[in-house]
């Protein structure tokens, strides 16, 4: 999918599993950013010394065609990719990555990110797009997202584009008074 107006020489697509260096560069680039300890869970730091049998496995389970879990990716007309969002289905019965049981299928936003020169332009919009376009022909009821209650600037981006604070609040691994806060956009 390309993206409107001035944008055009973004176009927004999944990963092919053999684009694991790439993926492993924008990975470790997004967990540079200075915001990087409010919007992801992993740190540069963990994900560097992975080895790149982790990146390949990674990539082969959330490219074109894979189930379950796909990747989108912005990518310029030079091939650089600059900006990530990944899908996530989780089914009912089963729990999530913090313990809290899955009441029915479902799609879960992970690793939003987008290069900060290209913030604020409409890419992140088309990601998304793309991203439920995808959950919802999987045939989820709903999408979900967790953000820090701290991260103001992602909160309203999400409210934006319709999801809303479900009141589930999840505990932050390694920092006890923080919080992120659950989000929910209902299958239209």
Not at 23 to 37: F, G, Y
Not at 132 to 147: H, N, P, S, T
Request: net charge negative; proline share 6%.
């Amino acid at each position: 999918m390309s993206i409107p107006d001035d944008n055009e020489k973004f176009l927004v697509r999944a990963i092919r599993a053999e684009e694991w260096p790439a993926m492993k560069a924008l990975r470790l680039q997004s967990l540079r950013d200075p915001i990087a300890h409010l919007a992801f869970l992993d740190t540069y730091d963990a994900a560097v010394v992975r080895p790149d049998s982790f990146w390949v496995e990674r990539a082969a389970g959330a490219c074109v065609g894979a189930t379950g879990t796909q990747q989108f990716i912005a990518e310029g007309p030079d091939g650089q990719w600059v900006g990530t969002v990944t899908v996530l289905v989780e089914e009912a019965g089963t729990t999530d990555w913090a313990g809290f049981p899955i009441e029915r299928r479902q799609g879960h936003l992970v690793g939003v990110y987008v290069q900060p020169e290209q913030r604020g332009c409409g890419l992140t919009e088309v990601l998304f797009d793309e991203a439920l376009r995808w959950a919802w022909e999987a045939e989820v009821e709903r999408v979900r997202l967790l953000v820090h209650e701290d991260n103001g600037r992602a909160q309203r981006f999400y409210r934006r584009i319709g999801f809303l604070p479900s009141g589930v609040t999840v505990p932050m691994a390694g920092d006890p008074d923080a919080r992120e806060l659950e989000f929910v956009l209902e299958r239209p």
